[in-house]
């Protein structure tokens, strides 16, 4: 059980991420459609200079999270290397864009200015994935330090058999009616 640690923290984390990334997709949405329409003066809605490019960001980081988490769902249910990759390469992106994200999240709060509710509520779920993803980003490499947290690159026993041991040797021998 002692090589299930990564998995046992990462596992409710990437759900948590999930969920998150599903709500603030839903929000931009509505936020980007009021901000393409005119209707800025909208109760709930408000914004400044750079609110425009915000939700433009916020909303590819919510879709490159939601899509990574499929990804890193696969990974958990695989927990090998090679579903390792895609997991940390396309969580290492999603965060990125959610990074950026953050930034223009905190360039749109230094402005100031009257913002609604469900903008403000954007803006705390962006600054609040950006710290949960690279949580789980790095869960998902804890096993390039030790193979107690999760596969690792490091390990070499991909494409082995049961214990490391190889199953048999390719080419050995000619078989009965085979063909040359």
């Given at each position: 059980m002692a090589?299930?640690?990564?998995r046992?923290?990462?596992?409710?984390?990437?759900f948590?991420?999930?969920?998150?990334?599903?709500i603030?997709?839903?929000?931009?949405?509505w936020?980007?459609?009021?901000f393409?329409n005119?209707?800025?003066?909208?109760?709930?809605f408000g914004?400044?200079?750079?609110?425009m490019?915000?939700?433009i960001?916020?909303m590819m980081?919510?879709?490159?999270g939601?899509?990574?988490?499929?990804?890193?769902?696969n990974?958990?249910?695989?927990?090998r290397?090679?579903?390792?990759?895609?997991?940390?390469s396309?969580s290492?992106?999603?965060w990125?864009?959610t990074?950026?994200?953050?930034?223009?999240?905190?360039?749109?709060?230094?402005i100031?200015?009257?913002r609604g509710w469900r903008?403000?509520?954007v803006?705390a779920?962006i600054?609040?994935?950006?710290?949960t993803?690279?949580?789980?980003?790095?869960l998902?490499?804890a096993?390039l330090?030790?193979?107690?947290?999760?596969?690792g690159?490091r390990?070499?026993?991909?494409g082995?058999?049961?214990?490391g041991?190889?199953?048999?040797?390719?080419?050995?021998?000619?078989?009965?009616?085979?063909?040359v």
């Amino acid at each position: 059980m002692a090589s299930t640690v990564g998995r046992n923290i990462a596992a409710p984390l990437l759900f948590l991420n999930m969920v998150m990334y599903f709500i603030v997709l839903g929000f931009v949405s509505w936020c980007l459609n009021r901000f393409i329409n005119g209707q800025t003066n909208h109760p709930s809605f408000g914004g400044n200079g750079a609110t425009m490019f915000f939700l433009i960001f916020a909303m590819m980081a919510s879709v490159l999270g939601v899509v990574s988490k499929f990804a890193g769902g696969n990974h958990i249910r695989a927990w090998r290397n090679d579903s390792l990759a895609a997991a940390a390469s396309s969580s290492l992106v999603a965060w990125a864009l959610t990074v950026v994200a953050f930034g223009l999240a905190c360039k749109e709060i230094s402005i100031g200015g009257w913002r609604g509710w469900r903008l403000k509520i954007v803006e705390a779920f962006i600054i609040i994935l950006t710290f949960t993803e690279l949580l789980y980003l790095l869960l998902l490499h804890a096993g390039l330090y030790s193979s107690r947290y999760g596969p690792g690159y490091r390990d070499t026993d991909y494409g082995l058999g049961a214990g490391g041991v190889e199953t048999g040797h390719k080419g050995a021998g000619a078989v009965t009616g085979s063909r040359v």
